[in-house]
């Protein structure tokens, strides 16, 4: 078992931001990820909201993050956080590559898609369902796709489709977008995005590979089969907490989400939850970078209350 200062679960924008702010500090930042570093934006087509940036591809802006924390010097390990437990005021992290003790913990984990739950999605996962457009748009060149979904991402990744396929028909149940505005009108404004409102897709249906949606309309309850090859869901996210039970004491919302105050410290002392997996208003990646710093910061303070601060050798460790 190794002991460690500040132990940060997942490195998406909000725990890479963590680590740097972390490191600033000069504490001992050890960061968990499990995939690659980067986080959901590593399939994100573009990102044109995060200021600095006026327009980054996501895989683009997500190398520039974990080259960003590096420079800094927190310890990366790649290992999948199995479960916590936070007994008698120790925090323990069980991986599958070792149990670590830490003093203060941040839980970065960030969130995952949901599935629609519609009739095929499951039996045609891989053979045209597809969760993620920047990993399989092209394969739907010249040929026509689906996007189930209202919100940002859906009507982003519509916009997105619509370089390779031939039509895309974006399917949501309102009879308005999420979305927000800019979003929605650069997509409305493209010729081969078509909307299909009050809809709910019943089923996704094919042979060996999709061939088709069937979408039922709310309101006059007719059914319109729409001939695709793919067919992306983009129905919502929830918070990757698998690792986390009740036992924890971690006071979570009725949608999972962990509840923090402004210093995103959670209801037990020494652990804070910062970015997607916290409950909030907006979760997007100048929100969960401006979190982890916040969290950082208030580990830091922490820390420093229960007498673990940094030594200077730690500090000349920063090279900025
Ligand atoms: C398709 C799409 C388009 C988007 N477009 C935009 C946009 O245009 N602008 C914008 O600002 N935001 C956008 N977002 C949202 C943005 O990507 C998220 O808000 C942001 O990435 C959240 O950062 P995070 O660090 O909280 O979590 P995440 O990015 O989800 O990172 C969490 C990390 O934790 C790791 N992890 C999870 N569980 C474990 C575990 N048990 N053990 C170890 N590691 C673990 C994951 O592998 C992941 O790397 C988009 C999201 C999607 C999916």
């Known amino acids: 078992m190794t002991k460690r200062q500040l132990t940060i679960i997942g490195a998406g924008p909000a725990g ?23 986080g959901q934006i590593n399939i994100t087509a573009g990102i044109e909201n995060y200021p600095g940036f006026k327009l980054a591809g996501g895989m683009e802006l997500g190398k520039i993050f974990r080259e960003h924390a590096e420079k800094f010097g927190p310890e990366f390990m790649e290992c999948s956080v199995e479960s916590v437990s936070f007994r008698d005021g120790n925090k323990t992290v069980v991986t599958n590559k070792g149990t ?20 095929g999605e499951d039996e045609f996962a891989g053979r045209g369902v597809s969760y993620c457009a920047v990993c399989d748009g092209a394969f739907f060149t010249d040929a026509p796709v689906a996007v189930i979904g209202g919100g940002d991402s859906a009507v982003e990744e519509a916009d997105y489709l619509a370089r390779f396929a031939s039509k895309v028909y974006v399917i949501h149940r309102g009879d308005e977008f999420r979305a927000r505005k800019s979003v929605v009108d650069r997509a409305l404004a493209n010729p ?21 949606v069937i979408a039922r309309n709310g309101k006059s309850g007719k059914t319109r089969e729409i001939p695709v090859d793919g067919v992306f869901v ?4 929830a918070p990757n907490l698998g690792f986390l039970t009740n036992e924890s004491g971690v006071k979570r919302a009725g949608n999972g989400r962990i509840i923090t105050d402004g210093k995103m410290e959670t209801s037990v ?7 997607d997996v916290r409950e909030k208003y907006l979760r997007q990646v100048v929100t969960a970078a401006g979190d982890g710093a916040t969290a950082a910061a ?22 900025a």
């Open 100 to 119: 670590i003790e830490t003093c203060a913990l941040i839980i970065a984990s960030g969130a995952s898609f949901v599935k629609s739950g519609c009739k």
């Open 234 to 237: 983009y129905v919502g996210s």
């Open 269 to 275: 002392k020494g652990v804070f939850a910062a970015g």
């Open 16 to 38: 890479l931001t963590a680590a740097i702010f972390g490191r600033r500090a000069g504490l001992d930042v050890l960061v968990l990820e499990k995939g690659m570093a980067g």
């Open 192 to 212: 081969k995005i078509e909307t299909v409102m009050n809809s709910v897709v019943e089923e996704i249906a094919g042979g060996d590979l999709v061939e088709r």
């Open 298 to 319: 208030a580990a830091g303070e922490y820390l420093s209350k229960i007498g673990t601060l940094p030594d200077l050798k730690q500090r000349q460790h920063i090279t």
